[in-house]
């Protein structure tokens, strides 16, 4: 009978007893690994021969085979009677009715043999050792229940600690904020109530009254010398109370316990307020050459009709000694009005800024690797806002159109550069698709909005407004072919076109013909190391930043050198880009994020 049986377990492919067996459509059964075995040597990946009727069965999925449950019940079977089988001593002969349970046995043994080769060990009966070991498990499996019980309650309390931790973190912050813009609304009521800042305000427009006044009237109007004294003495008096008044206003600030940073705001906008109301320092003469001025006077009374000789020859004294001692106004050396911060160290670690440009008065920043712009008041160094997360992509260059829009450029796939027009705001994005049949290399904006292109084959275009302030017309002129390696690039008001070279550190100024207007440096003349950046204010002086240097190049419309601004004496450091600010200030930013704002008397 037992024959039957394993006839029928085993397997007609491997010979062995079945394991995992599977049912063909045909009903026979064979090993899950055999039949895997027939679809892998068969021609086709789904058709199954089956060994023992040689039927071919189409689009056999193996894994979902049916299992052939009787087959599995018979071998079940078998396996439970050869385990009854082993369960005799293979010495003697009896039944396993006992467990040695020593270390160096733990096996089950006969009643012959714990009394002979198992002497003096740890016995005991198979069924108690067993009910031993059950409750052991039991045991275990009721302390890992417990462990399991606690370490939910612990994830629950953690949970449930988080959450109370994050609302009082939210209440703390908000509560934080609210204190702030209480303590910033306090202090900005208090400063615009202060009489102080009232009376500076006052002298300061006394101030600018004298300045206009003595910059329209010839000083030969002045009736005497005592005049020009008590002018003088006007003068000194107006701006000892401008300082008293400054310094009265700091102290009572700092009496209130405001802020550092408060202080450092309303040190700003007073400097603002200097600015806005004295473009220029006064610069009085002395009271000493007040005599050179009443001879002036005295000559030009002289020289008029019915004048004497004798006059007329006092008069040429009078007037030689006024050439000996004329007088003179001071030369206004270049000065920063404000520095401010467009990064927080903190937090902006990695930054690379490439380009700014300037809003009215809004100054606009963009930076590469995090892409973002940001806009800052450049009067107070003021922070006013950036883009939304995810609207800039790799920009590289921003150009000013007018008041209200700048041109921004973006690096696209494959280094090719993209236009799009922002506005003031930084809320809106409209691409700008000009006309031209090359790639963009270089972008640049005059300073009456009108935009100029250098492609990568180093040929120049200019943009066709049908009408000022038609900036978005996409029509392009070429204007001429250059042969030089462009790094930078500007355009004037009038039509001349800078390039920078790169090769040779040398920036050609052309006309629209593509005719060589200047050269600067001069021939075997070496003025740049690293070239950065160019632009034209609205006089026409050109601006070119130095960054290896660290200067500031001023060159006027023919060409000559008007002014250089050296980043030691000025403390600014590796400048990477600048725009001027109406016709004698210029912005300068460096790589790290910092902007200084510079008079620099063009």
């Known amino acids: 009978m037992m024959d039957v049986f394993t006839d029928l377990v085993t397997c007609s492919i491997c010979w062995s007893r079945m394991e995992d067996p599977r049912c063909l459509p045909c009903l026979h059964a064979f090993c899950y690994e055999c039949i895997a075995g027939l679809r892998e040597c068969g021609l086709s990946p789904t058709a199954i021969h089956c060994p023992s009727c040689s039927v071919r069965h189409e689009n056999v999925i193996i894994e979902q085979l049916p299992q052939d449950f009787k087959i599995v019940q018979i071998i079940d079977r078998m396996e439970q009677k050869d385990l009854l089988d082993s369960s005799t001593c293979f010495e003697h002969k009896k039944q396993l009715e006992l467990f040695c349970y020593s270390s160096t046995c733990l096996l089950p043994i006969c009643y012959k043999c714990s009394i002979t080769s198992h002497q003096n060990h740890d016995i005991a009966e198979m069924r108690e050792y067993y009910q031993a070991l059950m409750g052991q498990v039991t045991e275990a499996e009721k302390s890992m229940n417990v462990t399991i019980n606690n370490m939910g309650m612990y994830h629950d309390r953690r949970l449930k600690l988080q959450s109370t931790g994050n609302k009082l973190k939210m209440m703390v912050d908000h509560k934080v904020n609210d204190l702030v813009m209480q303590e910033k609304m306090r202090f900005r009521s208090e400063f615009s109530e202060?009489?102080?800042?009232?009376?500076?305000?006052?002298?300061?427009?006394?101030?600018?009254?004298?300045?206009?006044?003595?910059?329209?009237n010839s000083f030969a109007t002045w009736s005497n010398g005592r005049e020009m004294k008590d002018v003088h003495q006007l003068v000194t008096r107006l701006t000892r109370d401008l300082n008293h008044t400054c310094d009265s206003a700091v102290s009572s600030i700092k009496g209130k316990q405001v802020s550092a940073q408060d202080l450092a705001v309303f040190t700003t906008v007073v400097h603002g307020l200097l600015r806005d109301r004295m473009q220029k320092p006064l610069a009085v003469p002395a009271p000493d050459s007040c005599l050179s001025v009443e001879r002036s006077r005295e000559s030009l009374n002289s020289a008029s009709p019915g004048a004497t000789a004798d006059d007329s020859r006092s008069s040429s004294t009078d007037t030689s000694s006024s050439k000996s001692s004329p007088v003179k106004f001071s030369h206004?050396?270049?000065?920063?009005?404000?520095?401010?911060?467009?990064?927080?160290?903190?937090?902006?670690?990695?930054?690379?800024?490439?380009?700014?440009?300037?809003?009215?008065?809004?100054?606009?920043?963009?930076?590469?690797?995090?892409?973002?712009?940001?806009?800052?008041?450049?009067?107070?160094?003021?922070?006013?806002?950036?883009?939304?997360?995810?609207?800039?992509?790799?920009?590289?260059?921003?150009?000013?159109?007018?008041n209200n829009t700048m041109l921004l450029v973006e690096e696209s796939v494959g280094q090719t550069l993209e236009l799009f027009f922002v506005n003031k705001a930084l809320t809106e994005k409209e691409p700008f698709e000009p006309e031209i049949p090359e790639d963009i290399h270089e972008v640049a904006t005059s300073p009456t909005g009108q935009i100029y292109i250098c492609t990568k084959s180093m040929a120049v275009y200019e943009q066709q407004q049908v009408a000022p302030g038609h900036f978005r017309d996409t029509c392009f002129q070429r204007l001429f072919q250059t042969n030089i390696t462009v790094s930078a690039m500007a355009a004037s008001g009038t039509g001349t076109v800078a390039l920078g070279c790169a090769r040779d550190h040398v920036i050609y100024a052309y006309d629209r013909t593509g005719q060589l207007k200047w050269r600067f440096p001069a021939e075997s003349a070496t003025a740049f190391k690293r070239l950065k950046q160019l632009n034209y204010n609205l006089t026409g002086n050109l601006v070119a930043v130095d960054n290896y240097f660290q200067q500031v190049h001023i060159i006027a419309p023919d060409g000559s050198v008007r002014r250089i601004l050296h980043g030691r004496g000025l403390q600014f450091a590796r400048p990477i880009c600048v725009t001027p600010r109406g016709d004698n200030q210029v912005i300068i930013m460096s790589e790290v994020g910092s902007v200084v704002v510079i008079e620099s008397y063009m």
Not at 197 to 216: A, F, G, P, S, V
Not at 378 to 397: D, E, Q, S, T
């Open 194 to 216: 202060d009489s102080e800042l009232i009376q500076l305000n006052h002298l300061q427009l006394q101030l600018m009254d004298l300045k206009q006044r003595l910059t329209c």
């Open 332 to 402: 206004q050396a270049p000065q920063v009005i404000i520095r401010f911060q467009v990064v927080n160290p903190s937090f902006d670690k990695y930054v690379e800024i490439r380009d700014c440009c300037l809003l009215g008065e809004d100054f606009v920043v963009i930076d590469k690797r995090n892409e973002w712009i940001k806009s800052f008041d450049v009067g107070i160094g003021r922070y006013i806002g950036a883009n939304k997360k995810g609207m800039v992509c790799m920009p590289i260059g921003v150009h000013t159109i007018n």
